[in-house]
């Protein structure tokens, strides 16, 4: 993937032409694995050609809490030539086992979305481990429920228990604080994410893009992740860490009791 170097100067351009078709990158891993019967899982080979392009093409690799801070700051895009953030979802165990070393030895930020009851069971992180790796200052921890149940199904009382629970008990287990949330499968409304905001959550993150008017003024509850797959070719991959990504990713419409996929 050294090819990189060749191309990421013209996308540096055209942020300069189309900034508004710009938006700091924010990637999701799953499993670190061969195994095909793990959704979402890429090969460790694939993970670590995709960590030796970030490092030798010079990106900077920033925490999660970054990508909210330049929101807020209405920080522009295109100052950042190589800016992107790595996040990993559901919490499996060959993070540790596989990627954790990686990230280490290039001393990369990482997120890690976890579902509360997944914690301990076999093939997920423990809790002993998170906080082993929490004592390293580049991990940071976020919600991703605590079922991974499709939030648009849930009545409200399901939905306080999913988001509202699983901040208090990660909270309680870790000592840490829970700022950041993630969709499961992207799913959400406006109600969903009021009752994110009253859980005091700084800010959550979908695959889904909005098509609204309040989507380009980059509300801090529905901030843009896209997935990593091991299905990529060099070009699509090169498309997702440029920026310009989102551009191909899902849209959806927002009406008030939930999202239409288009």
């Not at 209405?74 to 992107?84: F, I, S, V």
């Not at 979908?206 to 070719?233: A, H, I, P």
Request: charged residues 25%; aromatic residues 12%.
């Amino acid at each position: 993937m050294k090819r990189g170097n060749i191309y990421l100067p013209i996308f540096s351009a055209l942020k300069t032409i189309f900034p508004c078709s710009y938006d700091t990158p924010v990637l999701i891993y799953h499993a670190i694995s061969n195994n095909k019967d793990i959704p979402g899982g890429i090969p460790f080979k694939i993970f670590k050609r995709h960590m030796d392009f970030f490092k030798q093409n010079q990106y900077e690799v920033v925490p999660l809490k970054r990508i909210g801070e330049m929101q807020i700051e209405k920080d522009e895009p295109e100052r950042h030539c190589h800016l992107l953030c790595l996040t990993f979802d559901d919490g499996y165990e060959d993070f540790l086992n596989s990627a954790w070393s990686v990230l280490k030895d290039y001393n990369f930020p990482v997120a890690l979305f976890l579902i509360v009851k997944q914690i301990g069971q076999k093939g997920y992180l423990s809790l002993a481990q998170i906080k082993e790796m929490l004592s390293s200052g580049l991990i940071t921890i976020g919600s991703h429920t605590m079922e991974h149940r499709y939030l648009l199904e849930l009545n409200s009382e399901q939905l306080n228990y999913e988001i509202k629970e699983s901040k208090k008990i990660l909270e309680e287990s870790l000592g840490c604080s829970i700022d950041f949330f993630s969709y499961p499968w992207g799913g959400f409304s406006p109600r969903i994410e009021e009752i994110v905001k009253e859980a005091g959550y700084k800010a959550a993150f979908t695959t889904n893009q909005l098509l609204s008017r309040r989507r380009r003024e980059k509300d801090n509850y529905c901030l843009k992740r896209m997935t990593m797959s091991s299905e990529d070719s060099f070009w699509r991959f090169l498309v997702k860490v440029s920026g310009f990504g989102y551009c191909f990713s899902r849209k959806i419409k927002i009406k008030d009791q939930g999202i239409n996929i288009t």
